[in-house]
């Protein structure tokens, strides 16, 4: 069954400091694999997307790597700050026949960032 | 702004009522898509239109009527909702129906069903 489960469900975490989000999949045949930002209220907003051979991507103070051959996948975020708080979602596509758009999204790690 | 809005932003409905959702993107996409995010739960695809043709129906109740007049505009069409139904609808485009292309989304419209 093709799923992606994300770790933790929820982060709290003080503003400055670093944290790693973790995203494991079983998403077969594996397109691609896209990191999302969601504001409380808000549509989800891309970060990353990585193919097979990328094992790592950079957008600001976001870094998302990607073990293709483990089927793990981490967003770290660097010197937080109070903006970062939101839901983190993972999101992988599969190449699946038919040609559509297939996308397998995980539930999300809530992050808040205290002061 | 992704150049894709929805309105309302937030509706409250009874379960006999009769409401439209309304999406509108600027990016000159040829695709366009309804999901269902309900709390702590995944994204749920519920429609794809591919050049205004309908290309996908996830299994959604008939109470959920989509309609895509052209590629910028698409349309949920609610009636007799059930109270399970409450959660937060997004709308969103690619270029293409293709796991290549990019999706984005709109801010999403907040739907309460009483």
């Known amino acids: 069954k093709n799923q992606v489960e994300q770790s933790p469900q929820s982060l709290i975490i003080l503003e400055g400091k670093n944290c790693t989000l973790q995203?494991?999949?079983?998403?077969?045949?594996?397109?691609?694999l896209r990191w999302y930002k969601q504001d409380t209220g808000r549509g989800p907003v891309s970060l990353t997307i990585m193919t097979f051979s990328e094992n790592t991507k950079s957008n600001g103070r976001y870094t998302a790597t990607l073990d293709a051959d483990t089927k793990q996948s981490s967003l770290h975020i660097t010197a937080s700050q109070l903006s970062d708080s939101a839901s983190y979602i993972c999101v992988v596509s599969g190449d699946f026949s038919g040609g559509y758009n297939k996308l397998i999204f995980g539930a999300g790690t809530r992050l808040a960032v205290h002061p | 702004e992704t150049g894709v809005t929805q309105t309302p932003r937030h509706l409250v409905m009874g379960m006999t009522n009769k409401k439209s959702l309304k999406c509108e993107q600027h990016?000159?996409?040829?695709?366009m898509y309804w999901y269902k995010q309900s709390a702590k739960k995944p994204l749920e695809l519920m429609f794809v239109?591919?050049?205004?043709?309908?290309?996908e129906n996830n299994s959604v109740p008939s109470r959920f009527s989509p309609e895509c007049p052209n590629s910028s505009h698409l349309f949920l069409h609610l009636h007799t909702l059930q109270p399970e139904d409450s959660a937060l609808y997004l709308c969103?485009?690619?270029?293409?129906?293709?796991?290549?292309?990019?999706?984005?989304f709109g801010p999403g419209t907040r739907l309460t069903v009483t």
């Open positions: 995203c494991n999949y079983t998403v077969s045949p594996f397109s691609n």
């Open positions: 990016l000159g996409h040829n695709a």
């Open positions: 239109y591919n050049f205004k043709e309908q290309t």
């Open positions: 969103a485009s690619s270029q293409e129906v293709s796991v290549a292309y990019e999706q984005y």
